[in-house]
């Protein structure tokens, strides 16, 4: 059984490029969130979705950052006009169900802001 | 905020037991509580999670407090490959987020 696959693995960007990070769940999870890891700090959550919709953005920049989740395909986030700041490790997780089953985790997407 | 303290770090000898604390003295009767790993540079790896029964798997074992105040990871036989931070997580049921906090640096010496 694939686990959460994220990519690219490594992101390299200019500033005030636009920064597309994907993630694949596992399989039968419809369950999708988002996480950002800065330097030699804990993960942060950022978005909760659920296929075609967003769940709890609480954690999400107000500004430049968003997130979705299609029928088909991938969970995507998406982060505008890149800045030095946006620099971090983004982590995804996935899970069956909101219930306690736990959420998994891909190997993250390194963005690296020039 | 994390609704969980850790130790800051923890050192233990190849082979040995690793008993790896957790107060969570705020628990609520609904909330879980979650370890993970994160081994340096790799996503956070689900250990195991459980309400108030002691739980083992095949990583771990999990002893939860009467209380239900706090808990203790136990890693029963350490390799070098446990060297991790380890983090307690509560969470509740139907809740999204998991709140990391910082977590304990587990160093494990041959």
């Known amino acids: 059984n694939a686990g959460v696959m994220q990519n690219p693995r490594h992101l390299v960007r200019r500033r005030g490029q636009e920064a597309r990070l994907r993630c694949s769940p596992m399989k039968g999870h419809s369950h999708v969130y988002w996480y950002r890891q800065l330097p030699e700090e804990g993960l942060k959550f950022m978005v909760y979705?659920?296929?075609?919709?967003?769940?709890?953005e609480s954690g999400m920049p107000k500004e430049r950052f968003s997130a979705e989740f299609p029928k088909e395909g991938p969970s995507i986030l998406r982060i505008q006009q890149v800045v030095r700041g946006d620099s971090a490790a983004y982590f995804c997780?996935?899970?069956?169900?909101?219930?306690?089953?736990?959420?998994?985790f891909g190997d993250g997407t390194r963005l690296s802001i020039l | 905020d994390a609704k969980t303290t850790q130790p800051t770090s923890m050192d233990c000898a190849e082979g040995r037991a690793a008993n790896l604390p957790c107060n969570h003295s705020?628990?609520?009767?609904?909330?879980?509580v979650y370890w993970y790993r994160q081994i340096h540079s790799q996503g956070p790896q689900y250990i195991i999670h459980?309400?108030?029964n002691n739980e083992t798997n095949e990583m771990a074992s999990l002893i939860i407090t009467e209380d239900r105040k706090s808990s203790t990871l136990i890693l029963p036989h350490a390799t070098l490959r446990d060297t991790a931070v380890y983090y307690c997580?509560?969470?509740?049921?139907?809740?999204?987020?998991?709140?990391f906090g910082t977590g304990t640096r587990l160093q494990v010496f041959p």
């Open positions: 705020t628990i609520s009767g609904n909330e879980y």
């Open positions: 459980g309400l108030k």
């Open positions: 979705l659920q296929k075609e919709n967003i769940i709890d």
């Open positions: 997780a996935s899970s069956p169900d909101s219930g306690n089953q736990p959420q998994h």
């Open positions: 997580i509560v969470r509740a049921r139907n809740t999204d987020k998991l709140i």
